[in-house]
Every structure is written in structure tokens, then in C-alpha cells.
């Protein structure tokens, strides 16, 4: 069906950059919003970044001005570029992309990456 595979995840010391990719593949219409949420054990997930069709973008504030969000819609394919991490950084990432999966807008779907560690160390 759909499947988002993610990429770039990895340990960086503190100061540090990472990248990370998000390929969306399968059979489906189009791809509306995408976004990065992070997550600890026994935490809620929480939004970092999201992006639209139409590039609008809209960050955490404990990652804005750090953190950039953007895609290749010819990749069907989004990205979070992260500067200046720190260890409160780490968490596992997961990529999210509201998906239509067909030409009819009740045909609609969300799906998750597996989610990849981003580990900061001082």
C-alpha cells in the first residue's frame, strides 16, 4: 500500500548536524501534509516540524531556528535538516504524511514511518 522509509538517523556529538529523509512509496493519489514527530519511552509524541503541499512550514519552538523542514515532491520525499543539536535532542524520530490514497477526498489516510534514533552526546 504505502510506505514511508526513513534515513539519515545516527549518534552526533553535541554542536553537531544530521539529516534526515523520508521516501513515501506505494500506490496513492498524492501526498497532502508531511511532518517529523519525536518520541521517548513512556512519553507522548510530539511535533517537531510540518510541512504542506504548498510549503508552508510551522516548527516547535524548542527546534525553530535550529531545525529545517522541506521536501521533493518529484521524490515524493521529505526532509528534517537539524543543526546545532544538543543532548536533549535525542529521541526517536518518525516521519508523517497524510496520504490520498485515490482521486476521491474520502479516501484518505495517515501513515507512520519506523521511526530512526537521533542520539546527542556531550
Known amino acids: 500500500q504505502v510506505q514511508l522509509v526513513e534515513s539519515g538517523g545516527g549518534l552526533v556529538q553535541a554542536g553537531g548536524s544530521l539529516r534526515l529523509s523520508c521516501a513515501a512509496s506505494?500506490?496513492?493519489?498524492?501526498?497532502?501534509?508531511m511532518g517529523w514527530y519525536r518520541q521517548a519511552p513512556g512519553k507522548q509524541r510530539e511535533l517537531v516540524a510540518t510541512i504542506t503541499n504548498a510549503d508552508t512550514t510551522n516548527y516547535a519552538d524548542s527546534v525553530k531556528g535550529r531545525f529545517t523542514i522541506s521536501r521533493d515532491n518529484a521524490k515524493n520525499t521529505v526532509y528534517l535538516q537539524m543543526n546545532s543539536l544538543r543532548p536533549e535532542d535525542t529521541y526517536v524520530y518518525y516521519c508523517?504524511?497524510?496520504?490520498?490514497?485515490?482521486?476521491?477526498?474520502?479516501?484518505?489516510?495517515?501513515?507512520w514511518g519506523q521511526g530512526t534514533q537521533v542520539t546527542v552526546s556531550s
Open positions: 508523517n504524511a497524510g496520504v490520498l490514497l485515490t482521486r476521491y477526498r474520502w479516501d484518505r489516510s495517515v501513515y
Open positions: 506505494g500506490s496513492f493519489y498524492s501526498i497532502n501534509d
